[in-house]
Every structure is written in C-alpha cells, then in structure tokens.
C-alpha cells in the first residue's frame, strides 16, 4: 500500500508560468514532509520542507502547501525556468517517532522555453 | 558533489550472484539509509543505520543484507540475485535520526542482473 502518492507521472509547463506539483499521503503520524529534486544521472537532492505545524513555507521560487485535512501537499514553482526540469519526489516520514522518509514514485516536470 | 560517495556507481552481474554496494556518508553524518529505485517506482525505503545499530527495516527482501561499521561507512549485500534486483540503489545520509534536516543522498550505484 502506497502511503505517499503522486499521481501525476509528468507535467509540462513553458518557461515563466508557474508548475504545481501534487501530492497526496495516506498515513496520519506524516508530521514532516520534504521535496526532492532528481535530475538524471544523479542522487536526488533537497529542495524544501514543511513540518505539520505550519500550512504554508516559501523558498525563493518554491512554496510548499500543505492541507492536513485532506492529507495533500503541493509544490508550487513561480515562475518556472527550463532549469528546473527534473523528476520531484515527495516524501514524508513521522519524524516524531523517527521513522525513515517514505517517497512517491515522482513526477517528471518539463520547462519548455 | 554531496558529500556521500557510492561505490561502485555501475555493476553487471548474473543470477544468482551476489554483490556488496558501499556507502560512505557526509562527514559528520550518523545516520545511514539505504534506498532501492526500481523502473517506474519510486524510492523504496529498504533499511536504516544509526550509528552502527540497525533501527528501522523497510521492503527489504530477506535476500539482502547490510551493515553500518564503526567508521560509519555501511556496506548493502544483495545475494541470490534475480533479473527483478536490478535497479539504482541510492545511500543517503543525516546528522540525526530525524528528517528535520533531510537526507543527503549520493548518486547511486546502478545494479544490472543479466
């Protein structure tokens, strides 16, 4: 059973407008949820974060939602760059009680220019 | 570079094989994870070190095997191996047991079963 789901296996965006990245979990102990970016070739690599606590966070061209009651969590990249094609994961863990991160299966965003 | 070196990134074996993966984490980093990306699945948690003990135990097949030594680095053996092991297997690592501040992950070593 996928606890962490991402059900868009790809999207496309042109160069400026904004890409929304879903994510939906099952598993109500998630209480910290993080974004990885993965480009080919290489390890995927953090972007942003969110504890449970907090319904909204900002880094620069990325905002991480969150909306507990209906366990969906959502990236949000403005404007979009050809730069930022890659696949992003989600993942969450229940960091409380230390369990390991669990990850989605990814979505492939292409920037077009 | 992210501070996690994988080795040996390629691997081509044949069924029924076994290999051992290596991992060396960031420095300073005690914590050590393991994770298996099949094609179209994500990342499967497969099982977790801290600071040499062993702590949480994902999809693991009962086939494979790993260890964190007193140095820290953490070796993944995989034996009896099957067409279905091939995959990218990714070591990350962090600071503590928590995901507050994320994982490092290195690039992988990509296993190929013939």
């Given at each position: 059973d996928q606890q962490v789901k991402q059900n868009s296996p790809s999207l496309s965006v042109q160069e400026g407008r904004i890409s929304i990245l879903n994510c939906d979990y099952t598993n109500s102990m998630f209480d910290y949820f993080l974004w990885y970016k993965k480009y080919p070739a290489e390890g995927p690599t953090f972007l942003i974060s969110i504890s449970s606590i907090k319904d909204?966070?900002?880094?620069?061209?990325?905002?991480?939602?969150?909306?507990?009651?209906?366990?969906?969590?959502?990236?949000?990249?403005?404007?979009?760059?050809?730069?930022?094609?890659?696949?992003?994961?989600?993942?969450?863990?229940?960091?409380?009680?230390?369990?390991?991160?669990?990850?989605?299966?990814?979505?492939?965003?292409?920037?077009?220019? | 570079d992210s501070g996690v070196t994988q080795t040996p990134k390629h691997l081509i074996t044949a069924t029924g094989q076994r290999v051992t993966l290596r991992c060396s984490p960031r420095s300073g980093d005690l914590s050590v994870y393991w994770y298996q990306q099949s094609l179209d699945q994500g990342l499967q948690f497969l099982i977790q070190y801290y600071n040499g003990e062993e702590r949480a135990k994902g999809n693991i097949l009962e086939r494979f095997s790993a260890q964190q030594f007193p140095d820290l680095h953490s070796e993944l053996n995989l034996s009896s191996?099957?067409?279905?092991?091939?995959?990218?297997?990714?070591?990350?690592?962090?600071?503590?047991?928590?995901?507050?501040?994320?994982?490092?992950?290195?690039?992988?070593?990509?296993?190929?079963?013939?």
């Open positions: 909204k966070n900002e880094d620069g061209r990325f905002t991480v939602f969150l909306n507990k009651s209906a366990k969906h969590l959502s990236l949000h990249i403005v404007p979009s760059q050809p730069g930022d094609s890659a696949v992003y994961f989600c993942a969450a863990s229940a960091n409380q009680a230390g369990t390991a991160l669990i990850f989605g299966k990814g979505t492939t965003l292409s920037v077009s220019s | 191996l099957e067409l279905g092991d091939s995959a990218l297997y990714f070591c990350a690592s962090s600071p503590v047991l928590g995901t507050v501040y994320g994982y490092t992950f290195g690039s992988g070593t990509r296993l190929t079963v013939v």
